[in-house]
């Protein structure tokens, strides 16, 4: 069951702007970041373009889940774990289903960028711990601003899709990748 807390509506149009130029904003600063560290040599190119590649998609991310919606009048929130499935289930809901697939490929991109920004020993740990944050983060920001519903399932469906891209980037690395590098020597 989806909790609803009835509160007065605060949209304003103004605020929706403010929403999109900080957007920017924050992406230029995340682009500018990664140029500094390239030119200090603290990246290399292809750092530099997956951190900026992952720069854009979070801002893309952040847009569509939070930043670009209107504030609803209320608060919404279901903390009951795989109340999701269990509606699939029930309902056999096309809705649901693409609902799901959507949380489950949302992070995806970040499972796989991150890994090849972070270069430090345990980056496998710091990319699911940064993208348990991300849909935290995401999922509270959509409770705050009403933007949307905080929910359990999208957390966890946001986080399997984080550990899918990883593993997606761990074969690249480890099967893909050396057979591209030994067909160009």
């Known amino acids: ?110 499972g796989f960028l991150l890994p090849v920004v972070i270069k430090a020993k345990h980056k496998y740990i710091i990319t699911l711990a940064l993208s348990l944050l991300l849909t935290v983060f995401i999922e509270t920001m959509q409770l705050i601003t009403k933007c949307g519903s905080f929910e359990i399932d999208d957390i966890i469906n946001n986080f399997v899709g984080a550990v899918i891209g990883m593993l997606l980037y761990v074969l690249y690395s480890k099967l893909i990748k050396p057979k591209i590098n030994k067909v160009n020597k």
């Open 1 to 110: 069951m989806l909790v609803t807390i009835r509160t007065l509506p605060n949209e304003f149009p103004e605020i929706f702007v403010n929403r999109i130029i900080i957007s920017v904003i924050a992406f230029a600063v995340f682009c500018a970041v990664s140029i500094f560290l390239y030119k200090k040599h603290k990246f290399n190119k292809v750092q530099c373009g997956a951190a900026i590649l992952l720069s854009l998609y979070i801002v893309v991310l952040l847009y569509f889940t939070v930043v670009g919606r209107y504030s609803h009048e209320e608060y919404e929130y279901q903390i009951n774990f795989f109340t999701s499935y269990r509606w699939f289930f029930e309902q056999n809901g096309e809705q649901v289903l693409r609902q799901l697939l959507i949380n489950l490929v949302m992070l995806m991109p970040v």
